[in-house]
């Protein structure tokens, strides 16, 4: 069955310090693979996508994710986190032959000042 | 900057009302969504639209209907609403690339059915 798996529900992190979201993923075709980020009070907003080629995708605010086919993983990573960060993230799954993405439950980043 | 409208912030009905959410988007997308968002349960797809007067069932659409008359208008309707139908509800958009297009979501509508 297709599906993403976020495995923290909560993470908290110090500002200042670095910061790995996980997702793993089980699709059956090549994926394409999102990061979305969802503020207080917000709908949600594209962080970064990967579609192919250059496995480290760049995505707004300082955030960067790496694709690995081998551990069908798709992290999200920052060097350096800011209290504005602090907000849930969610990986999602799509491919070409449908509109229908599939979600992870989420992670709520908390920053500690 | 696309924006994708959704007409209520927050919704108290009562149960057995028949309820009405409204999403308006400005940037002539084709696809249109609703998500229904609980928290431990990420989003799940209610409804989608590919174009006008066309309608899709996501993964939960028990209890639920949508109406696209307009390319930039979605509504989604509860029928005859329900305790367990008490959620955050999401509309978003995206153009024609299936879900190769990220999607635009608009602020929510957090329904409460009493």
């Known amino acids: 069955a297709q599906s993403v798996t976020q495995p923290d529900i909560h993470i908290t992190v110090s500002e200042g310090a670095s910061l790995e979201l996980r997702c793993n993923y089980s699709?059956?075709?090549?994926?394409?693979l999102f990061w979305y980020v969802q503020s207080p009070g917000q709908g949600l907003q594209l962080l970064l996508k990967?579609?192919?080629?250059d496995t480290l995708v760049q995505g707004i605010k300082g955030f960067e994710a790496e694709f690995k086919r081998s551990q069908s993983s798709f992290n999200l990573r920052k060097p350096s986190v800011h209290w504005s960060d602090a907000a849930e993230y969610f990986c999602?799954?799509?491919?070409?032959?449908?509109?229908?993405?599939?979600w992870g439950a989420g992670t709520k980043l908390i920053i500690k000042p | 900057d696309v924006k994708v409208t959704q007409s209520s912030r927050y919704l108290v009905k009562r149960t057995g009302e028949k309820v009405f959410l409204e999403c308006v988007q400005d940037?002539?997308?084709?696809?249109m969504f609703w998500y229904r968002q609980d928290p431990g349960l990420g989003l799940r797809l209610i409804y989608f639209?590919?174009?006008?007067?066309?309608?899709e069932k996501g993964d939960i659409p028990e209890g639920y209907s949508v109406s696209r008359e307009k390319k930039e208008r979605f509504s989604l309707i509860l029928e005859s609403a329900s305790t367990n139908q008490t959620s955050m509800y999401l509309c978003a958009s995206s153009l024609g690339d299936r879900a190769a297009s990220p999607l635009h979501f608009g602020n929510g509508t957090r329904l409460t059915v009493t």
């Open positions: 990967y579609f192919s080629g």
């Open positions: 940037m002539d997308h084709e696809n």
């Open positions: 639209s590919y174009d006008v007067k066309m309608k």
């Open positions: 699709y059956g075709a090549t994926p394409y």
């Open positions: 999602a799954v799509g491919d070409d032959s449908n509109y229908q993405l599939i």
